[in-house]
């Protein structure tokens, strides 16, 4: 999918107003500046990486997993590494292909000091490489509290600098 990004510009009271408008089309973008009352100013396309937001961390992790069963409680039996980890989500290698929208119980392994964090994720891309015979797994973080995703972005910060 790619993502537009324009720059758009109004007068209110004789002083100038610039404005964004993220869309997922060209055509999406000029409907929203033209209902706001702004005047087209420029287009940029952007690449999906500018959207985030959260900051992607390079870093391999250890981490398990399971698909979630309600009512059950999880056995972390498969072990995957992260490649990049941010407070909203993670992309990871495991020798497991999920299908895509089923939602996992995931735990992380953040360092021997630190708790580890665990919580429902959701499966958003699963790449298999049948070279390397693994799979390279994207989950968005689904019940993570305000204070986990502190804790990890402190985390995060701390063990990139």
Request: proline fraction near 2%; hydrophobic fraction near 40%.
């Amino acid at each position: 999918m790619q993502a537009y990004k324009y720059f758009a510009k109004r007068q209110i009271n004789g002083k100038p107003i610039e404005a964004v408008v993220y869309a997922n089309t060209a055509q999406e973008a000029l409907e929203k500046i033209n209902d706001l009352g702004y005047i087209p100013k420029g287009l940029e396309k952007l690449n999906m990486l500018d959207l985030r937001i959260y900051a992607r961390f390079d870093m391999q992790l250890p981490l398990w997993f399971n698909r979630f069963k309600l009512g059950h409680e999880s056995e972390f039996d498969i072990q995957g590494k992260t490649i990049n980890i941010s407070a909203g989500g993670i992309l990871f290698k495991t020798d497991r292909s999920l299908q895509l929208g089923i939602t996992i119980d995931l735990m992380l392994e953040l360092s021997e000091t630190d708790e580890d964090i665990q919580c429902l994720s959701r499966v958003i891309r699963c790449d298999l490489n049948e070279q390397e015979k693994n799979c390279t797994i994207a989950v968005c973080f689904l019940d993570l509290t305000h204070s986990e995703q502190n804790r990890l972005n402190e985390f995060l910060n701390k063990t990139s600098q």
